[in-house]
Nanobody, 115 residues
Framework: QVQLMESGGGLVQAGGSLRLSCAAS????????MAWFRQAPGKEREYVAR???????DYTDSVKGRFTISRDSGQNTIYLQMNNLTPEDTAVYYC?????????WGRGTQVTVSS
């Protein structure tokens, strides 16, 4: 069974940085699509960033210029470097991976940004 495991969350002051990691286990293939989502308290889960199969990257507007997604070449491991964090970034961050119609979610890692 394929599982995604996130790590790197924590408590940080506004303006600080965190680096999230996500690694897949149990996969005998490389996911073409991997991304980060987040869910803040009382809000719906929202898209944050993704690595496109051609290698390019995409971000939601609210994190552009502050967050950087990256991926180990040919591996099912992605990262999210988060800089200049604000309290509005407080959320549970989820890793997501897809192959065709198959989708896998991680359990999430909590990021809390204090003002």
């Amino acid at each position: 069974q394929v599982q995604l495991m996130e790590s790197g969350g924590g408590l940080v002051q506004a303006g600080g940085s965190l680096r999230l990691s996500c690694a897949a286990s149990g996969a005998r293939f490389t996911f073409p699509h991997m991304a980060w989502f987040r869910q803040a308290p009382g809000k719906e889960r929202e898209y944050v960033a993704r690595v496109i199969p051609n290698g390019s990257k995409d971000y939601t507007d609210s994190v552009k210029g502050r967050f950087t997604i990256s991926r180990d070449s040919g591996q099912n491991t992605i990262y999210l470097q988060m800089n200049n964090l604000t309290p509005e970034d407080t959320a549970v961050y989820y890793c997501w991976a897809a192959l065709g119609q198959g989708v896998v979610w991680g359990r999430g890692t909590q990021v809390t940004v204090s003002s």
